[in-house]
């Protein structure tokens, strides 16, 4: 018996490699409108904000028409999906392998996680539980999408185990009353990631899906494939 009624994953960053395509195309767009950001800044300033939030701070760069700005970048961010999307490495085999419920808690509209985790064969992992932050009043860091989540999949809180690669997430996690795990790709150009997640609220941050894995395992996620008998030669 797992001590675990539901997992609730981040998408990107988390599901999908889609962090650096975004930051690329992202700035790419915002530098053709006339203002200069690297992919770096857009990582460290925008990296979990949801479209609405994204929007306003390109407002608060002094773009002038965002909805053109935002529109070309959507444009270009799916061509980019079709070609280059990958799921995180490894994350596809710890998903498979789950003996608990899951769902995915994404603070991206449905259209952009249709355009992302829907091309790729983690989308029937967790079809139909993809749940967008256009679903709730306000994406993480408010809990409500993680309180949606809960209500939708009929999971206890207290049961219950959020992954997350932002603080943002995390927060969400914490102030549902949901154990929050921060994630770190391992190619994240971002020092200091850790600290940033524990600070959030974070009980423990994984490095990678090996990482990720034993402390899925200590959770309780694999119990019952873990506990059968070793098999012993004769």
């Known amino acids: 018996m797992t001590d675990l009624d ?9 599901l999908i490699d889609s962090e650096s395509i975004s930051a690329r195309t992202l700035a790419h767009a915002v530098t053709q409108a006339g203002v200069d950001m690297t992919p770096r800044q857009i990582l460290i300033e925008f990296t979990g904000k949801s479209e609405s939030e994204l929007q306003q701070a390109l407002v608060e760069r002094g773009l002038a028409d965002v909805d053109a700005v935002l529109a070309a970048w959507h444009a270009d961010i ?3 999906f079709r ?13 498979a392998e789950l003996e608990v419920a899951k769902c995915v808690a994404s603070n ?3 259209e952009r996680l249709g355009n992302s985790l829907g091309l790729l064969p983690l989308w029937a992992d967790f079809a139909p539980n993809v749940f967008s932050a256009e679903m709730v009043t306000a994406p993480k ?7 949606f989540c809960l209500s939708k999949m009929n999971a206890s809180r207290e049961r219950s185990v959020m992954i997350d690669d932002s603080p943002a997430g995390i927060q969400a996690a914490v102030a549902a009353g949901v154990r929050a795990i921060g994630f770190v790709d391992p190619n ?8 940033v997640l524990l600070a959030a609220g974070a009980e423990d941050v994984a490095f990678g899906a090996g990482e990720l894995r034993l402390v899925l395992q200590r959770l309780g996620a694999y119990r019952a494939r873990a506990e059968r008998p070793m098999e012993v030669e004769a």
């Open 188 to 195: 994240d150009p971002r020092s200091g990631r850790r600290e």
């Open 6 to 14: 539901l997992l609730i994953f981040d998408c990107d960053g988390v």
């Open 141 to 147: 860091p408010s809990p409500d999408l993680v309180e």
């Open 108 to 110: 991206s509209t449905v």
């Open 78 to 80: 799916y061509a980019a």
């Open 83 to 95: 070609r280059e999307l990958l799921p995180m490495e490894g994350i596809g085999d710890i998903v």
